[in-house]
């Protein structure tokens, strides 16, 4: 396989529009309305900049890693992905928040496998690292969930693919990126695959210092 020349760039308007087409290559199975389009890219953009990344095979927009910050409450973890996202502007932002929430990581189908989102979830780190946040939290879909669902619980599933005897094309990829899986979120997102399920998924940013009143 050819070497890939993959830059990872912030995120800047003129990329919206292929954004929202990356949207629906990335995620046949979810909901039209659980989809990012132009506007609420141009929000992010307004937003956090340098706190969302593209991939970009020359001028192709292959994929991307968005996110925002916010102080996560983990003793009332239990959240639906719209409602944290808030419909995907990601208004939620708060500049001084002690967590990178991830709201977005998808490759195209035809660019997986060959590292890019290992390198977005790298650009997300290194913003982590350099703002001094407490780490990345996210919801992370259970796509082969589906193949299994007639015969496990969701939860049965997750420890399953934690303990590494069942491989997760998301969940598994996560783990092998270094988050921790802390527990599941029910009804998080329309997703016939994942059956509506994620895993509370957390990396932790081990540079962390303590900042504010903790
Ligand atoms: C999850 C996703 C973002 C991963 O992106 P990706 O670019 O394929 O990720 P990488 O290439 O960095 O890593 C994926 C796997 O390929 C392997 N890989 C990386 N480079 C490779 C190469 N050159 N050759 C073979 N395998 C390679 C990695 O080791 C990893 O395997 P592992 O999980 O067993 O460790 C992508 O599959 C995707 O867009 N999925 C659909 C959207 C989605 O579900 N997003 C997450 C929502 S929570």
């Known amino acids: 396989m050819t070497k890939l020349d993959v830059k990872i760039d912030t995120l800047r308007p003129e ?3 292929a954004l929202e087409q990356l949207q629906r290559d990335c995620f046949p199975t979810l909901a ?16 956090f900049p340098e706190g969302n990344f593209v991939a970009l095979v020359g001028d192709r927009v292959v994929g991307l890693g968005s996110g925002f910050l916010i102080d996560f409450d983990f003793d009332h973890a239990q959240h639906s992905f719209q409602e ?13 928040g002690d967590w990178y929430y991830g709201g977005d990581i998808s490759v ?8 890019i989102g290992s390198k ?4 997300r780190m290194a913003i982590v690292k350099a703002l001094n946040r407490k780490g990345i939290v996210a919801g ?6 589906v193949h299994h669902k007639d015969h496990l619980s969701a939860q049965a599933y997750v420890d399953l693919v934690v303990a590494g005897e069942l491989y997760d094309s998301t969940l598994s990829f ?5 988050f921790e899986a802390r527990g599941l979120l029910r009804d998080y997102i329309e997703d016939e695959a994942s059956d509506n399920w994620a895993t509370l998924i957390v990396w932790d940013n081990p540079e962390y210092q303590p900042r504010k009143a903790d």
């Open 15 to 17: 990329y919206a529009r």
């Open 32 to 47: 039209d309305d659980e989809l990012m389009n132009e506007a609420h890219f141009l929000n992010h953009c307004r937003l």
């Open 84 to 96: 944290i996202i808030d419909g995907g502007f990601y208004s939620h932002h708060d500049p001084d």
């Open 108 to 115: 195209h189908p035809d660019y997986r496998r060959r590292g």
């Open 120 to 123: 977005l979830y790298r650009a």
């Open 140 to 145: 992370g879909l259970i796509p082969d969930y």
């Open 174 to 178: 996560q783990l092998g990126r270094g």
